[in-house]
């Protein structure tokens, strides 16, 4: 019996994604097996996926949080150690990486609204400390995507991980957020709105003054800081709801067009301080439809387009991102 007709007889109740994973690593490793003659090495490894397999067809319903990546790895270790090969997980395009180097990542992710899909079935995977451009055209649904993230839009199905477990609104506490338009008073002064986001975040009075003040120095608006918001212009209002997303020291930044109302030298300043947020232990989500913005500051970019992912992956030097953009939209296979 070949091993394909093997893994579609084993599989019929269990993800599509361990199925995607198992295969591969069959198909990697079965011809030098069988060409050594290690039967009995393929029958394991057949016994180890279908106990794999239950174990995860048991979990069907709970939230599956890293069990397929763990699944994958666990497979890879044993199969490395029957066969002495070593394989590379392969993560949809984004590196090898253990459940643990993520912290974010979504599964079949979807919202339905009465006019139909928002997005559909999307599957992200966000690194700890990296910068994640998420791109795509005017109504691919990036905007969803975020408040879904961000408990802004209840999703119609799938599932959201942070830090590898099932996100829970008390993780807000971890996620900063700028989406749309930032959510101020327009009669408060900046410094005002920041104390109201201080006491909401239950700061101490000391410590959440000298952050106010340092944040407004920031994102340059520490001399505007006490006129009433409702003054202020739109990249204003841009960068003070940005300092309010940072308040909170967060871990996750997710910033929805970021660069939205901004000047050249806000759009530069805007860069850099992105650009500085890993090493602060921050990882930042943000979203655009100029390949451009994202691919300066971005290490991986995920492509969004109609709803779908469509591409994601590392950043690798000298890569034609402009091609491939142009290709996840317009929908060319190859991408
Ligand atoms: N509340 C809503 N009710 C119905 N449809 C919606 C709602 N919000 C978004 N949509 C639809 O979902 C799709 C995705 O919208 P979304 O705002 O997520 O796109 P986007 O990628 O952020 O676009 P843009 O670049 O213009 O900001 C669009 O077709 C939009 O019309
Ligand atoms: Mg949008």
Known sequence: MSIALITQV?????????????????????DKLIELGWHRSLL???????????????????NTCGRV???EAELLDMTAAITGTTLAGEGKGVDAMSNSDLILETKGLTKKFRGGYANRDIAIHVKRNSIYGLLGPNGSGKSTFLK???????????EICFHGHPWERKDLKKIGALIESPAIYPNLTARENMEVYRLLYGLENSEGKLKIDELLETVGLIGAGNKPVKNYSTG?????????ALLNSPELLILDEPANGLDPIGIEELRHLI????????TVVLSSHILREVALV???IGILSSGRLRYESEIKPGEDLERIFMDAIRGNPAV
Do not use: W
Request: glycine content about 8%.
């Open 10 to 30: 084993v599989t019929p109740h269990i993800t599509h994604e361990v199925i995607g994973a198992y295969r591969r690593i069959l198909s990697e490793v079965s």
């Open 236 to 244: 204003m209002k841009q960068r003070l709801g940005l300092a309010v």
């Open 275 to 282: 650009s500085s947020m890993p090493k602060e232990g921050i």
């Open 69 to 71: 990546r763990d699944a």
């Open 148 to 158: 879904q993230v961000t408990g802004l839009l209840k999703p119609t199905e799938g």
């Open 44 to 62: 394991l490894l057949l016994i180890e996926f279908l106990n794999v397999s239950c174990n995860i067809k048991h979990d069907r319903g709970r």
């Open 298 to 300: 971005s290490t991986h």
